[in-house]
C-alpha cells in the first residue's frame, strides 16, 4: 500500500518536472527572434516551436515515460546548446562584456568602497 503511494506521488513529480521543463522551453523558444535563429545557424524557430509543441502536448495527452523522456531529450538540447547560441547572437546571456569592465559587478561597476 505505502509502495503503491510513493509510485504515484513520483510519477506526479515526474509528470510536473517534464510538463514546465517543457513548457519553459517553448516559451523560450517562442520569445527569441526567427532571424536570431539563422544567425546562430540552428534549425528554424518554426521548427523548434513544432518540436517543443509536440514534446508538450504529448507529455500532456500521452503521459508515457518514454515518450516523455524523448520529448525531454529534445527540450534539454533547446535549452542547453541552442537558447546560450540565440542569447549570443541577439546579444544577451551571462559572460557579455558589452563595453562593461572587468571590475563590474552584477548591479555596476565596483569602486572599490571608495
Known amino acids: 500500500m505505502l509502495r503503491a503511494g ?11 518536472v517534464f510538463t514546465g521543463f517543457a513548457v519553459a522551453a517553448l516559451v523560450f523558444a517562442a520569445m527569441a ?17 513544432i518540436i517543443l ?11 508515457m515515460l518514454f515518450l516523455q523522456i524523448a520529448g525531454l ?18 546579444g544577451g546571456g551571462r559572460g557579455r562584456r558589452g563595453g562593461g569592465s572587468s571590475s563590474d559587478g552584477p548591479y555596476g561597476p565596483y569602486n572599490g568602497g571608495r
Not at 6 to 16: E, G, H, K
Not at 37 to 48: D, G, L, P, V
Not at 53 to 63: K, R
Request: glycine share 2%; aromatic share 10%; hydrophobic share 60%.
Open 73 to 90: 531529450i529534445a527540450a534539454i538540447v533547446f535549452m542547453v546548446d541552442v537558447r546560450p547560441a540565440l542569447a549570443q547572437v541577439s
Open 6 to 16: 510513493f509510485d504515484s506521488l513520483l510519477t506526479l513529480v515526474i509528470f510536473l
Open 33 to 49: 527572434r526567427e532571424d536570431a535563429y539563422r544567425a546562430a545557424e540552428k534549425q528554424t524557430k518554426k521548427f523548434w516551436l
Open 53 to 63: 509543441g509536440i514534446n508538450l502536448a504529448l507529455n500532456l495527452l500521452l503521459p
